[in-house]
DNA sequence: CATGAATGAGGCTTCATTCAT
DNA sequence: TATGAATGAAGCCTCATTCAT
């Protein structure tokens, strides 16, 4: 990607995610990305498009780890466990971006709405995919495999932006080990 | 509640729904509300107090429904089915604001953080309280009942607002069947 | 008139004869009919609407002026010296106005653009009503009627601004008696 | 000139033209020059000095036909006739031209104001000259040449102008005709 | 108490101009 | 010499908040 577009991302991410979309300016984001006001421009339609490029690009790249982490994995059970993993170290290591994908992502009517549902459609697909194809392969029990999808995403996702907003940090290791064992084996003894 | 601030409030709930709380304007929640723009601030200090007081006023009634309708029932693992389904009943009926404390939530320093957490914890609370019961009474496994109840949590408001956006609809039976499935026995075969 | 609404327009006529349209800003204005800038606001819906406003109002205040003075007078020539007297009279008036109207006439794309023509288009038809009535009369012998009014108003407007521009007044007198000598008249000897 | 020069005077009148000079962006020029925006700044100071440019040579141009075109032609009244004619076909051919100069030039201060005038005086001047001739000869009857002659140069401009934006084309023989009539016997039968 | 006209800080965006290549 | 990426001043407009009625 074009660096000084990198660096607008970046210095967006950050803003956002401490102040939210709405309470960032676009000269906050140009001063800490050091550049002009209107270089912003430049590489963006207008704000709206910043928010929602660094939006599809997130999730672009977090389906992107997941998808490349979990090829050659045979089970699905291996398979989870990997997402799981994957997607707690993606948020730790991008907490900002959690949080900021979280409050954002529920957006309200704007011109790249559709655009938006159809990466973040992506992203599920593929959680989606896997739990078919262990119900296929009767590792599963899954009645509807997109709740369990989102059940898992919403575990996941919720648990790891609770930990950074009411601990400061992802607790990666101790979320992954629950979290896997519940969506596994369940709560029951 | 004063009548005059539940018609407040009302008309503040479906505007920030519609448009986002920073894209709704004081008049046209005063419009909805059909009262003026200065009685607004007869009842609450600024905005950002509507928008806090909405909050905690949410997580309080959802806490108080929760609470109200799991007393009398015996076994955790009763309860949490319980809890499901009252959550999912309530985040039908008010996917408005379901939708809205989600997006909200994560919010960012403001004047009443402090207070909105603490909401959110009592919330939370009851939740994990139910899970520490069922362990006590050997009915549950779990090794961290904080990260239990968050799972849950974001399991259920996730997959009601997943439902919502892209089905138009909490398909409530649905999700409750799954998600206590999941919760309670997990996906293993 | 509202009496705020006029204070803006008094103020804009005075700012946009001096600077321009597009060289005076908002600030300006609200400065000069020493009202916040958000008042403009409420009176007009914005800059675009304010020009337009504005030149509607003046045309619509001088066809007004004129068609009253030449009420009751009969003869076509005698209303065409009336319409020169008062026209003049009203650029040196309102030279501010004057300069405005003639300069921001001949707009651009706009979208009041239908509306002004309109206003534009009352004015010049009163004009050109006397001389079809005098041509009716027997008393003129012009071909065309439209090409003699709009010839007259031309003649007034821009010896009117001319005279504003390059010798700081409008000289009604002077210009007045050889304009009504020339288009009654002629030059020839 | 410069062909360059050229080639931005052309892709300037014709934006000017359509949109006005503030509406006009360089970057919007330069395209239509097919030069890169840089280059106009090394034919032109900035824009105040393109816009104004273009007036002088504009004025410059009339002048110059109108000077060429009454070369050797004796009496004032056939000068008149062949000016009117001259001007008309003028403003038919460059009607661009004529709608930027009559919306621009009575235009506000800027550094090439003097300039300006002085161009226009030049244009002004010619016709006046051969007003004054027309008196000494005896042949024209004006008190005041420079009323008569802002006088005429009012009505073909405006005449001219009014063709072109409410028929869309300037009826050169129709307003020739007619004007001619008015300036030299009058209206009167 | 209730209202809504008035305010002005501050946001987003444009665009003339510069300057490194 | 020609270019166009970069800049940032400045414009238009919105809207939370106040306050006279």
Request: hydrophobic fraction near 40%.
């Amino acid at each position: 990607m074009n660096p000084k577009r990198e660096k607008i991302f970046n210095a967006a991410v950050k803003k956002f995610s401490e102040k939210g979309t709405t309470g960032t300016t676009m000269k906050e984001i140009s001063q800490e990305a050091g550049v002009g006001k209107g270089t912003l421009y430049r590489y963006f339609e207008d704000k709206e498009d910043l928010v929602s490029s660094l939006m599809s690009y997130g999730f672009e790249r977090l389906t992107e780890v997941i998808k490349r982490e979990i090829e050659g994995i045979e089970s699905a059970t291996d398979k989870i466990k990997k997402v799981v993993e994957v997607q707690l170290e993606f948020y730790k290591k991008h907490c900002d971006f959690c949080r900021f994908l979280t409050r954002e992502f529920w957006g309200y009517k704007n011109k790249f709405e559709e655009n938006i549902k159809e990466i973040r459609s992506d992203y599920t697909v593929v959680i989606e995919g896997i739990i078919e194809e262990g119900i296929e392969e009767n590792e599963f029990k899954a009645k509807d495999p997109e709740v369990a999808a989102v059940s898992l995403i919403g575990m996941v996702n919720l648990t790891a932006l609770h930990w950074f907003m009411f601990k400061g940090e992802v607790a990666v290791d101790k979320i992954r080990e629950e979290v896997i064992d519940i969506f596994l084996s369940g709560m029951l003894n």
